[in-house]
């Protein structure tokens, strides 16, 4: 076959086939075969695997387009930038950070993972990022649980993203973790302020662990 019928094929088939962009990320994420990860430092392609698939899931299901998404590794200890932002119309990263976690899910490392009011635990799951208000920390996006059983008491809980002077790399050295909060994912002031306006009512956010009875019952995975 002649050189040019066989780019023609091929490219017939590009055009033929119903394969999204954001589908096409899915797989690529756990091929390792999308150039983006590599500028993602720390950000392990399974996890924006299972990221992606629910960013895709969830605009299907809600009709509605998010520009931002955002991604905790909880699996990373504290002392490591875990707190990924990725704009997905050009899939590059916008910001990748400290984040902590609630106080009773661990110390150092995040180990138990709760819905429960009071609990003082981070959940896991995906979350909308919604509207901005200020209260106890100034600036705060309130955020939507969108996994029922998992975190779908976020807004009674009073879960929402904000800035914590406790967020501070300094900490990690002094005393080998980052604070907690009381639950919710609290960002260093400087990265916070900066990306709020941006991701309020235009983000989701994807709270990982490598928890089988979260990763095999989630409706967005499956």
Same mark, same amino acid.
């Given at each position: 076959m002649k050189t040019y019928q066989k780019v023609l094929i091929i490219a017939l088939v590009a055009i033929l086939l119903p394969f999204s962009k954001s589908e096409a990320l899915v797989q690529g994420a756990? !091929?390792? /075969? @999308?150039?983006? $990860?590599?500028?993602?430092a720390g950000l392990n392609p399974s996890v924006y695997a299972y990221a992606l698939k629910g960013f895709n899931s969830i605009q299907d299901s809600l009709h509605k387009k998010f520009r931002y998404l955002a991604v905790v590794d909880f699996s990373k200890p504290s002392t490591e930038r875990r707190f990924y932002l990725i704009d997905l119309t050009d899939t590059s990263l916008v910001c990748t950070d400290y984040v902590c976690h609630g106080k009773h899910t661990g110390e150092n490392f995040a180990?138990? *993972?709760?819905? /429960? @009011? /009071?609990?003082?635990? %981070?959940? =896991?799951? *995906?979350? #909308? =990022?919604? /509207?901005?208000?200020?209260?106890?920390?100034?600036?705060? @996006?309130? #955020?939507? &649980? =969108? !996994?029922?059983g998992f975190n779908d008491n976020a807004r009674k809980r009073a879960i929402v993203m904000h800035t914590a002077d406790y967020a501070d790399e300094k900490l990690c050295k002094?005393?080998?973790? $980052? &604070?907690? %909060? $009381?639950?919710?994912p609290a960002l260093p002031v400087s990265t916070f302020t900066t990306i709020a306006p941006q991701v309020a009512n235009n983000? $989701? @956010? *994807?709270?990982?662990?490598? !928890?089988?009875?979260? =990763?095999?019952?989630s409706v967005w995975l499956h």
């Open positions: 756990k !091929d390792g /075969e @999308i150039p983006q $990860l590599k500028k993602i180990t138990s *993972f709760s819905n /429960e @009011i /009071e609990s003082n635990k %981070s959940s =896991l799951g *995906f979350y #909308m =990022l919604s /509207e901005t208000y200020t209260g106890q920390h100034g600036l705060s @996006i309130r #955020m939507d &649980g =969108l !996994d029922k002094s005393q080998g973790r $980052l &604070g907690r %909060s $009381l639950g919710c983000a $989701l @956010i *994807f709270h990982y662990y490598p !928890d089988n009875n979260y =990763l095999n019952t």
